[in-house]
């Protein structure tokens, strides 16, 4: 999501803030009636001074208020005059009552102060003697207070209204629920981002160039007969540029733009999804032109009856029509168009991608090497850089990283140098900074007993020297035993090949290197840990879509039990009892014979196994090049270095760029899915 600044959330004018009256009032009024009420404005006083006071018979009437354990003392004209009295009476504020009661004091039990009154009257001589009275006071004061309990939850109900309403801005949100939150860039607050500060994406960014085009100059389209677009889908993974692009598409065009996300339509009243979408559209056509940017629009967009219980989201529903309904209703000339962000357009529902809508998908991929090292180039120029730093390196150990994670990776940087007061930061912080990213935060003093560590580095080289002897693995980049985060004891990152189409044989490869830490375990040790687990995970799916989905095995055939069509509460298989036994004996018959095949290749290169895992032991962090000095070249050829891949890919690039595109996105992989969720680090 856009990390850069939005001015004033809300987008609106702030209102005068009516919380603050309200406490104002609420206080004002306890301290009124306190001020008011009988005994409020008496002086507070010890028994013993009491006792004095009675002593001296100065005290005309004492009152016992029973359900208050409070006795009030009323003085004698005469005495009130005494310099010791009227000195602190005069303090009680202009609000004290003549009459008394003057002084109070609480007592700690009825018996208890009737006994000492008792006793000290005795001592008192007969004609001064006085009694006391005894009251039960429900005064307004503690009505007050049982009646100010229900006006602080009635309050405190109402923030809470507030809050669920959306908050952010001012008071008296709860009669503006219906209002569009757009944040609004318009001309006073610039959008400030151009093309310049997007980097890669260039075919992005041809196809919106199309769209600050008619933005500018609409009288060059339309005078042709020729409809502007209305909107158009920007697809792509977290991350990887969408906001910025939308942004940059308005700053290029220079024109207002809207920006929310789709789930600020969903609320819990009904009809404000739909009440927002037309405050959206109104404020948008005032300003027109202009962008409006919905972020995560599978929020509301999601198929409708789809991934849902029969009849549990008529809301989402109902703000999904009325975004179609402003879409049809304002004309191809009023200047707005409308730019959505998903990174997943299968779920959205078709009728938002009819022509007239969102007819244009723009696909945003992760950024490959080529364009890692570009916007690693925008995020390094703000920062104060020693010459060893190498965006050419830094983009090729960066493999599966998205452009907000490289924005991510130059902060940290940045962070780590200052911490350690260096001038400039160096090649070793953007290590760190990368490890930090991917891994969390370095857990120094997490306690890893000698044992554990050892395990942990046989498990890792395990990975490594699979990988290194595997034909299609993906050569590694770098395995790391630092503890870090909650739960990963090391990692091992590996450079994936910018590829979309797996071949069987690349599949089975991935699957034994995944393997390579388990095996590597029993080899070692005899013993296996449950260090592997995530490694498991990750191969059973693979094995799973191996057989089912891509119809890659004998037995199963070419069939695929996938239906991208499928809801997500589906809980019937579309296959027979016997077809799924078949598939679970396939998969495990075919992650035994990997596992076989990984435990040979490690027993055969138990030397290689031994030699990487003291490395690790020793220095925790082994490279690509360490590796080749401790155990050889790689006997395949292997595209690690910027140059080779630079090459390979321009040569794609001449070859049919569009018909790899076409391929990637109907042959994409559930698989390949998986890996982008969580490429870099593929964990054991
Ligand atoms: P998305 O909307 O796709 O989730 P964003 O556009 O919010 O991602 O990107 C987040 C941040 O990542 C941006 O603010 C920017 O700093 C950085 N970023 C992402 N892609 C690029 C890119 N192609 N060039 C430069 N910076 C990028
Ligand atoms: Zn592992």
Redesign the pocket.
């Known amino acids: ?4 600044s939005k001015p004033n959330k809300s987008g609106k004018p702030n209102k005068p803030n009516y919380q603050i009256w309200i406490v104002t009032a609420i206080v004002a009024v306890v301290v009124g009636i306190t001020f008011f009420s009988k005994s409020g404005s008496a002086v507070v006083i010890s028994y013993n001074r009491f006792e004095q006071m009675l002593l001296s018979s100065d005290v005309a009437k004492v009152v016992l208020v029973k359900n208050q354990d409070v006795v009030e003392v009323t003085l004698k004209t005469e005495a009130l005059a005494n310099a010791k009295y009227s000195k602190e009476l005069e303090n009680r504020g202009p609000m004290s009552l003549p009459g008394g009661p003057h002084y109070k004091f609480k007592i700690a039990s009825i018996d208890k102060f009737i006994n000492d009154f008792d006793e000290a009257v005795a001592k008192m001589s007969s004609d001064n003697k006085i009694g006391y009275e005894i009251v039960e006071r429900s005064d307004f004061t503690s009505m007050f207070f049982n009646f100010g309990f229900i006006i602080l939850m009635v309050f405190l109900f109402w923030m809470l209204m507030r809050r669920m309403t959306g908050g952010g801005g001012a008071g008296g949100q709860l009669f503006n629920i219906g209002k569009s939150k757009a944040a609004l860039f318009d001309a006073d607050s610039k959008v400030k981002t151009t093309f310049a ?5 260039e075919e992005a960014k041809e196809e919106v160039k199309e769209i600050v085009d008619f933005l500018k100059k609409p009288e060059k389209y339309t005078a042709l007969g020729g409809k502007i677009p209305k909107g158009a889908l ?1 697809v ?10 939308a942004k940059a598409v308005a700053g290029e065009a220079e024109v207002p733009f809207f920006t929310l996300s789709g789930s600020d339509f969903v609320e819990m009243f009904v009809g404000v999804g739909a009440a927002r979408v037309r405050d959206l559209f109104k404020q948008a056509k005032e300003k027109a032109p202009c962008i409006i940017f919905i ?1 995560e629009i599978d929020a509301i967009g999601r198929s409708r009856g789809r991934g849902q219980m029969p009849g549990s989201n008529d809301e989402r529903e109902n703000t999904l029509n009325s975004l179609l309904v402003e879409m049809d209703g304002f004309s191809t000339n009023a200047g707005v168009i409308i730019l959505a ?1 998903s990174n997943r357009p299968d779920v959205l529902d078709v009728a938002l991608l009819r022509p007239g809508r969102f007819d244009r998908q723009i696909s ?1 991929d992760k ?1 490959d090497i080529i ?1 890692r090292e ?2 690693f180039k ?2 390094l120029k703000p920062i104060k850089l020693k010459s060893d730093v190498d965006s050419k390196k830094l983009a090729a150990q960066t493999p599966g990283f ?3 994670e ?2 991510n990776v130059c902060n940290e940087a940045a962070l780590i140098a200052a911490r350690k007061n260096k001038k400039k930061v160096d090649m070793k912080d953007f290590q760190d900074a990368v490890d930090r990213v991917i891994g969390g935060l370095e857990k120094k003093n997490k306690l890893i007993s000698p044992e554990e560590k050892k395990v942990v580095a046989y498990h890792e080289a395990g990975h490594a020297v699979a990988g290194w002897f595997l034909e299609h693995a993906d050569p590694l980049v770098k395995v790391s035993i630092v503890p870090r985060g909650a739960a990963a004891l090391g990692y091992a990152q590996y450079l994936p090949k910018e590829q979309f189409l797996y071949q069987t044989e690349q599949l089975i490869d991935e699957m034994c290197m995944a393997l390579g830490g388990r095996a590597a375990e029993e080899i070692v040790f005899g013993k296996i840990s449950t260090g592997a687990l995530s490694d498991l995970e990750r191969i059973t799916k693979m094995a799973y879509s191996i057989v089912s989905v891509y119809g890659m095995n004998d037995k199963i055939g070419n069939i695929s039990f996938h239906d991208s069509k499928q809801s997500d509460y589906n809980f019937t298989k579309p296959y027979s009892e016997t077809t799924a036994q078949l598939i679970d004996e396939e998969v495990k018959y075919m992650v035994e014979k990997a596992y076989e095949r990984t435990k040979k290749l490690l027993t055969k290169r138990r030397e290689e196994l031994n030699i990487l895992a003291s490395e690790l032991l020793e220095k925790e962090v082994i490279f690509q090049q360490d590796l080749e000095e401790l155990i050889g070249k790689r006997p395949f050829e292997n595209q690690t270095t910027f140059e080779a891949f630079a090459n390979g890919q321009s040569k794609k690039k001449k070859t049919g760029k569009e018909k790899i595109e076409k391929l990637k996105t109907e042959v994409k992989t559930e698989v390949e899915k998986e890996e982008e969720a969580k490429p870099a680090s593929k964990e054991g």
Request: charged residues 15%; aromatic residues 0%; glycine residues 20%.
């Open positions: 999501m856009a990390e850069e500060d997007v980097a890669g994406l920007l792509g993974g977290p991350g990887t540029g969408k906001t910025l692009l972020d962000a945003i950024p364009g570009a916007i925008v995020h998205a452009g907000a490289i924005a």
